[in-house]
């Protein structure tokens, strides 16, 4: 073991005081540093930080940007997603092979490169998409692929490579990404004009119970995905047993197809802050923490340069604004490449430095969180609204959207439209409007939600965006006639099964059961009844999961057998002489061979 | 079929057949004892190793299958039977899962032809040849369940299923009337 290795590993511990809640920045900054995290490493850590070295292993192990073996200097990851496939993955992905002379999964001899694909990195509106390390190339040709290795191979650094800036902060110095925001409407609440801590202030001047009075006058409900009652979630926060509490921005943004929260943190940080503040205030917190996808990494300069404006401003820190008594300030916890930290559970348990699992509910976060202490977990646009709620007050929201859903909602559109991007709008727009918004008339389906949402067709489009109809976090993704439906389904089982934490056997195998058998459907070997399996096994698997992602994952089958039974119909054949999935001759070949004679009941 | 057209119709035939099992299904069936003559009065047995009735006579509305497939054969009675009956049962383990007889599915065929001609510590073979007659049905590359094969309706679950729990089905289906299996009938310790 190198007298180096423990040096760099004592440092690094010691940055976090050794703390091994704090194990995913430690693991993160040696993964950065050593390009992997050995077993010697985890060694080190484990007794630097008083520790099992199993609870070492199991985090680095468990996140897709983390690895045991050594990577390259840099690792490159094209974003996999169905968008990206259907907007040239498979082309850039050659392009690289071709040009670093290795397959997916591989690093370059010389150990400066190590090729990899990823899910969904939030650039949809803009694929294909790929990450350097953490700097982000969108709408990548194949000379810009190439340039990409050239440039690496010169020796430039991942953040010096060439790109042609995005607009807004993307072009700020301390974001300088090329990436574009695609805002393509503004709306009331997120992206109107914002006066910084104006709303604030507003809020330190009522009481705590006022403010989520307010929120819950406001009828605001999460932007997350569920669209639970906001005031009530901060409610049962406030009023719980703890001696500290905390307040958790779920920044992680994994739904594929979502990326509506990356132009909100570009563009309006000080927002999101503010909201924060004023749940802390709310709900009696002094800590806050912002759960920033490992994806969105290229922004974490431009947010801590954010939170010390703020800190700046008295509007973070000790008796912000002046109100006596009242300390808040916030601190950016990386992910590190999984899915299911994006459920608030499992984001908790990554937090506190563990693997990526979720929690057992009851006892909900509210009552039990972030290191045992109550705390609201709340999606970016969430606190967003809330600042506006403060600021322009209950009524001027809750006019806004239609009754059960007030407020606007974003929407990150993507996939076979004019114009890919977010839009901010009311609720209870129909997706026809949204299409038309997007230049998207000649859809032939649209997954509305992301891949645990629902393929709806052209019949639906009539349906109402809001939390009572067409429910959504906000990811349509939109696909043209000639898009072949079945393959988007089964690209989205494969997601799953990669990204479930493995806890619970209905998730962990029944994804892999139903994909198995779609898959069997998909070659011609289904029969009318495996139709009725996928059913009964897809809504087991709902039923009987441990967390929101099994209690989704069978939707993309669900939802396409419900509103696209044609597309299966046509696949399946009823009353062979045999199960589809059965070959004779396959089976009788070894003993032919064997024997040197033919069958004497299946001739060939 | 309804209760009306049971009564008006002759009586209903049931088949049965032992693919890659011990016949300790088909005993089992034999268990449920003087309830037989009951059950004669209820059916008619078409193609069973119990009347040795050797191929079918006709439609059946039930087909009773033990064991799994483990050769040729076995496949091209397991298709007459979905051919000719019209409820298709897998009676016990060897059925449903392939059970004993599947032990060797994860060793290649030809290893275990040689184990069990040549080289086992009991074989007795100075000719040192496999039997391969043309009559012999050749072996599959390895032990199917039925349902892998063929559709089958019904599983019947036990090594072997008891004979109450076999006679209580058959009457249910036979009598259209709802299944009852009480709990200690479909408790395997
Ligand atoms: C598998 C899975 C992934 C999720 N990913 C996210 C996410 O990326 N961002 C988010 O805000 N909520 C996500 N959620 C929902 C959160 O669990 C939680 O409901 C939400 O953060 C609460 O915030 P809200 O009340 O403001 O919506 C996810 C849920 C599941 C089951
Ligand atoms: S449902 Fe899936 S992701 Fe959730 S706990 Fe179970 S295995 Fe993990
Ligand atoms: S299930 Fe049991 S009793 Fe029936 S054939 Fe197989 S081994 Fe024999
Ligand atoms: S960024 Fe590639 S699909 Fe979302």
């Known amino acids: 073991m190198s007298e180096n290795l423990e040096t760099v590993v004592k440092t690094v511990c010691e940055g976090t005081g050794n703390d091994k809640n704090r194990m995913m920045d430690i693991v993160r900054e040696l993964q950065e540093i050593l390009g992997g995290v050995s077993d010697d490493a985890m060694d080190l850590i484990a007794t630097q930080v008083g520790t099992h070295r199993v609870e070492v292993e199991s985090v680095v192990s468990f996140y897709a940007f983390l690895s045991k073996n050594q990577k390259g200097k840099t690792v490159i990851r094209l974003c996999d997603d169905i968008i990206d496939r259907m907007f040239g993955f498979e082309r850039i992905k050659q392009t690289f092979c071709d040009a670093l002379g290795i397959e997916l999964g591989e690093t370059t001899p010389d150990n400066l490169i190590t090729l990899e694909t990823t899910p969904c ?5 803009q694929a294909p998409a790929i990450m350097v390390n953490d700097e982000i190339f969108t709408e990548l040709s194949r000379d810009g692929a190439v340039e990409i290795v050239e440039q690496l191979r010169a020796g430039l650094a991942p953040e010096r490579l060439r790109r042609r800036l995005g607009d807004g902060n993307n072009s700020s110095p301390l974001v300088s990404a090329g990436v574009s925001n695609n805002l393509r409407k503004r709306g009331e609440v997120i992206f109107a004009p914002l006066e910084c801590g104006r709303a604030l202030k507003k809020a330190i001047a009522m009481s705590p119970n006022e403010v989520i009075r307010d929120v819950k006058t406001a009828r605001l409900r999460g932007r997350g995905g569920a669209g639970f009652p906001t005031g009530m979630k901060w409610d049962f926060t406030r009023s719980a047993n703890g001696e500290r509490k905390y307040v958790v921005c779920n920044a992680d943004e994994g739904e594929p197809g979502t990326f509506k929260d990356r132009v909100v943190l570009t563009e309006r940080p000080e927002l999101l802050i503010e909201g924060m503040a004023i749940a802390g205030y709310a709900i009696g917190a002094q800590e806050g923490l912002i759960y920033l996808r490992a994806e969105y990494a290229y922004l974490r300069p431009f947010l801590e340069d954010t939170l010390q404006k703020a800190r700046n401003m008295n509007m973070l820190g000790v008796d912000v604004l002046g109100k006596p ?19 608030e559970t499992a984001l908790i348990s990554s937090c506190e430095g563990l693997r990526g699992d979720p929690k057992n509910r009851p006892p909900f976060p509210a009552q039990k969180g972030y290191l045992g202490y109550p705390t609201s977990v709340n999606n970016v646009e969430t606190f967003c609204c809330v600042a506006r709620i403060l600021d322009q007050g209950a009524g001027w929201f809750s006019q806004i959207g239609s009754k ?11 996939g076979d439209i004019r114009r890919p991007g977010v839009y901010e709008v009311p609720f ?3 997706m026809k409007e949204v299409l038309e918004l997007a230049g998207g008339e000649g859809a032939a389906a649209v997954q509305v939600g992301g891949p645990s949402g629902q393929l709806i067709g052209p019949d639906m489009f ?25 393959k988007v389904v089964e690209y989205f089982m494969d997601f799953f099964i990669e990204e479930s934490c493995g806890y619970c056997t209905p998730c962990r195998v029944g994804n892999v059961l139903l994909k198995n058998r779609l898959d069997e459907i998909l070659h011609g070997k289904g029969e009318p009844l495996d139709l009725t399996y996928l059913e009964e096994l897809g809504n087991s698997v709902k039923a009987t999961s441990r967390c929101g992602l099994g209690q ?3 939707n993309p089958i669900l939802s396409s057998l419900k509103n696209f039974p044609g597309l299966y119909h046509a696949l399946v054949k009823a009353n062979q002489p045999f199960q589809p999935t059965f070959d004779i001759q396959k089976a009788l070949g070894e003993a032919k061979e064997i024997a040197g004679r033919p069958s004497m009941h299946f001739a060939e | 079929m309804t209760k009306e057209q049971n009564r008006i119709m002759a009586k209903p035939k049931v088949a049965t057949t032992s693919l890659a099992g011990c016949f300790g299904c088909h005993m089992s069936i034999l268990d449920i004892d003087e309830r037989i003559l009951q059950l004669i009065e209820l059916i008619e047995f078409d193609k069973s190793p119990i009347n040795d009735i050797k191929e079918f006579t006709g439609e059946c509305l039930v087909g009773i299958v033990e064991g799994g497939c483990a050769n040729e054969e076995n496949v091209r009675v397991l298709q007459d039977f979905r051919k000719h009956c019209k409820i298709l049962i897998s009676l016990g383990d060897c059925a449903i899962n392939g059970g004993l007889p599947a032990m060797r599915n994860t060793i290649p065929l030809k290893e275990c032809l040689d184990e069990a001609y040549l080289n086992g510590p009991s074989v007795y073979n100075p000719s040192g040849q496999i039997p391969n007659d043309p009559e012999i049905p050749l072996l599959l590359d390895k032990v199917y369940p039925c349902h892998e094969v063929v559709k089958m309706d019904y599983h019947l679950p036990g090594c ?12 249910a289906l036979l009598t259209d009337a709802p299944l009852e299996l009480p709990y200690e009938l479909i408790k395997y310790d």
């Open chain 1, 325 to 343: 008594g009242f300390n808040f300030d916030i601190r950016i916890q990386m992910g590190a490449g999984a899915y299911v930290c994006g459920e």
């Open chain 2, 160 to 171: 072997p299923p008891s004979a109450d729990t076999i006679w209580q089905t058959l009457v």
């Open chain 1, 462 to 486: 009539d349906r109402i965006i809001c939390y009572d109809d067409l429910a959504t976090g906000g990811a349509l993704m939109v696909f043209g006639p000639h898009r072949d439906l079945l």
């Open chain 1, 428 to 430: 209870g727009i129909s």
């Open chain 1, 121 to 125: 990195i939030g650039m949809c509106d």
């Open chain 1, 552 to 554: 989704t994952s069978p």
């Open chain 1, 404 to 414: 059960g859903s007030t407020g606007t909602k974003l929407l990150s559109i993507s």
